[in-house]
């Protein structure tokens, strides 16, 4: 967004809010209101789920808060404008005003931010960690975290087993350290 050095006033006003969407328009709602000019923000996660035929991987993109993202405005012009804006369902409020998300907050969710844009979750493993396979048709077995793959979704795992000792590659959200709480 580009300001002049008349808009410094204006500028001063922009806060960011919490908007509450219609069901799955996040997207269309920050669209709508980028129309408007006002800067927003829709954190989004990688999902894995399998295909319950195949079993391969699929990816998708979801919002971080289902039907919620953040907006950047002055409140006191153009909230009537971003309430009937289409996908909004209203700006978060406590009383009969909007309530301002700090700074610090829309800072710390874009700092979690990996190079393909989307919100970084999860725990965090370590090389010799003991892990445990989550979901799948290995569920239940135990090995040892090797290293990271393919963009961090994936994982290399030294089996361990009674009889066999081999190397998996396997989606990490399928992992969890043996020694965390569950």
């Known amino acids: 967004m580009h300001y002049s050095a008349n808009d410094e006033p204006a500028r001063n006003n922009l806060l960011w809010y919490a908007i509450h969407t219609h069901p799955r328009e996040e997207t269309r709602a920050a669209y709508n209101l980028r129309a408007w000019h006002v800067e927003t923000f829709d954190p989004r996660i990688r999902k894995c789920r399998l295909n319950p035929f195949t079993g391969a991987a699929i990816y998708e ?3 971080l808060f289902p039907r919620y993202i953040f907006a950047r405005f ?3 012009r153009l909230l009537s404008k971003v309430c009937f804006t289409r996908g909004v369902n209203r700006v978060v409020s406590f009383g009969p005003s909007p309530t301002p998300v700090d700074d610090e907050i829309i800072a ?3 700092s979690q931010i990996r190079q393909d844009g989307f919100i970084e979750l999860g725990q965090v493993l ?3 960690e ?3 396979i989550t979901e799948g048709p290995l569920r239940g077995l135990i090995g040892i ?3 990271e793959m393919n963009g ?3 994982a290399m ?3 361990k087993t009674i009889s066999y000792q081999g190397s998996i590659v396997i989606e990490k959200s399928r992992l969890k350290s043996v020694n965390s709480p569950d």
Request: proline residues 4%; glycine residues 4%; hydrophobic residues 40%.
């Open 74 to 76: 002055d409140a006191v």
């Open 108 to 110: 710390l969710i874009k």
């Open 145 to 147: 975290f090797e290293r």
């Open 152 to 154: 961090n979704d994936r």
């Open 130 to 132: 003991d892990v445990i």
């Open 157 to 159: 795992v030294l089996l």
């Open 126 to 128: 370590k090389s010799g």
């Open 61 to 63: 993109s979801k919002p």
